[in-house]
């Protein structure tokens, strides 16, 4: 255990999310990709990056109690389909079980390593809140500043980018929560 409180295994696995998201930089889906059926890929930043124990977790946690998962997607939103390892809407769940869900402006404040949330636009009948996840690189005082996601792009695929949220852009309005891997 370090004197600030947090252990040396937080800190190493803060890292290696951070390691990871920045090696997915750059990844572009092709056009065939389907966010339901498609295997998981570096479009999934946050369950790449924290493979394979973050699957594994919310797995386990699928298997203790179905309910919540369920009711969040239905009878199809189980570990058995890829999508349920895609939804930021079942990461969030899964963190907020756990109580490493912080809504924006909690404490801790954000750091490089921590999952970040988005809820980017209405998207009608389909907006699910959260409805994307990423990887935080970097932060400075009270907020996160720059962040791995995934993006659509205008070839009906998916792009990994590394954004910079700047006060009141887009970005920054949709930032909503964020939080430690278990």
């Known amino acids: 255990m370090s004197f600030h409180g947090l252990s040396d295994a937080r800190k190493s696995r803060r890292?290696?999310?951070?390691?990871?998201?920045?090696?997915?930089?750059?990844?572009?889906?092709?056009?065939?990709?389907?966010?339901?059926?498609?295997?998981?890929?570096?479009?999934?930043?946050?369950?790449?990056a924290g493979s394979p124990w973050l699957q594994d977790a919310m797995q386990r946690d699928f298997q203790k109690s179905p309910e919540g998962y369920l009711k969040i997607g239905g009878g199809a939103n189980t570990p058995g389909r890829n999508y349920f390892f895609r939804s930021s809407l079942n990461l969030a769940h899964y963190m907020k079980r756990q109580n490493f869900y912080l809504p924006r402006g909690g404490h801790p404040l954000p750091v490089p390593g921590m999952i970040a949330f988005f809820d980017v636009g209405d998207r009608g009948r389909y907006n699910f809140i959260p409805d994307r996840s990423g990887i935080i690189i970097e932060a400075q005082r009270t907020r996160a500043t720059r962040v791995v996601v995934s993006q659509g792009n205008s070839k009906d695929g998916y792009d990994v980018k590394l954004i910079t949220i700047s006060r009141g852009s887009d970005y920054d309005r949709d930032f909503i929560g964020y939080g430690d891997l278990p």
């Open 15 to 48: 890292q290696h999310l951070v390691t990871a998201a920045r090696a997915m930089v750059g990844f572009t889906s092709n056009s065939n990709f389907d966010p339901i059926h498609s295997d998981l890929c570096p479009i999934d930043v946050a369950m790449v």
